[in-house]
């Protein structure tokens, strides 16, 4: 099984990179932004899937999602989540 995950862009660097966040995690990931049918922007928040940004969401999509699997997370392991 394989899971998209929302992400924040913090940076955005040549060659169609970025640096992206989950949640309030202070664990950056680095992502392919190519796959992006516009240019992001810093700030923007993306679907991320195995290292690529698949697709542009809003600020509260992305904090819906998030919440659904911080739950999901703490109903699997007894223990509130950390992103």
Known sequence: MCLAIPARIEELHGEGMARVRVGESQTFL??????????PNVGDYVIV?????????????????????????????????NF
């Open 30 to 39: 680095t992502a392919s932004v190519m796959l992006l049918p516009e240019e």
């Open 49 to 81: 899937h195995a290292g690529f940004a698949l697709h542009v969401m809003t600020p509260q999509e992305a904090e819906d999602s998030l919440s659904a699997l911080r739950e999901l997370a703490q109903a699997l392991e007894g223990t509130p989540a």
